[in-house]
């Protein structure tokens, strides 16, 4: 496995700083975010490391030489809107966009991107089924004509108020990924999976590896700490962010060592990417930085960064 990090904690930076920042604190890669230019609402959104509408020969070529530059690599390119919102614009312009993101990883060779399903949060599983396979079957068409994986990311979106009660994300357990699997049997389907979700769910994250080995295609390195006194006071049916919060690997209740270790026996030796969402490590640019070194320096007892030395980066 190779260790990178998600570029989203930078907003500031231009693509150069990520990947120089990248190099310098020894990860191996970087997942590269590729919103639409312009400003989001959610939280780590509206990020664009790299501009999807642009897949000119410049555009390709200029990014090519920086990471040959920097020696770093890019594990995929992320972009997670909701494809399946009840808003219809919100929902067309997501489609459009993920398909944009999917021809820059084929231009680019990277040949992973990274997403969210959506979901209408207002409706069931069920109901949403039509939906989600009239949209998603002609993107993992197109897809497959380009080459490109599709990593679905297992987060539930299902947070506070505006998420409740369904959540903004289908692929959030097993079950559902059994059932899209078999109706969109696509071989360029499959998972960007992250523990952190599950813990969430009160749900285990290491047994579904083995089934799922053939469709993990990246893997996100985020923890979460559930505060057991809230939870006892308020209930699991009370919003998430009441009772949970986003840690730094290590620093809350994923056990890495026995999910790194099940997921090297599924025969996973691609990317790691930690995301960092702690509130704790927002204050500065710095702490920033700081959150990503700390996160690798606990990650390399079980994953080996660019440089491979416990000591490497700043």
Partial sequence: MQLGFVSAIFPEFSLEQVLSFARDAGFASVELMCWPPGKAERRYAGVTHLDATDLSAGAI????????????????????????????????????????????????????MNTFVGRDHTKSIDDNWPRFLEVWRPILDHADAKGVKVGIENCPMSFGKDEWPGGKNLAVSPAVWRRMFADIPSPNFGLNFDPSHFVLQHMDYIAPLAEFKGRIFHAH???????????????????????????????????????????????????????VEDRAFEGSLQARKDSLVISRRYLEQFVVGQRGGVGSGS
């Fill in 61 to 112: 070529k200029a990014t090519h030489d920086l990471v040959a530059k920097y020696g770093v690599a890019i594990s995929g390119v992320g972009y997670y809107p909701n494809a399946l919102s009840p808003n219809l614009e919100e929902a067309e312009t997501a489609q459009a966009h993920i398909r944009r993101v999917i021809d820059l990883a084929a231009a680019l060779g990277v040949g992973r």
């Fill in 221 to 275: 390195a985020k923890d979460v700490r559930i505060d057991r006194a809230k939870l006892d006071q308020l209930g699991v049916f009370a919003y998430p962010n009441s009772w949970h919060s986003p840690k730094l690997p290590g620093q809350g209740d994923v056990r890495w060592g026995a999910f790194l270790g099940a997921l090297a026996d599924a025969g996973y030796d691609g990317h790691l990417a930690v995301e």
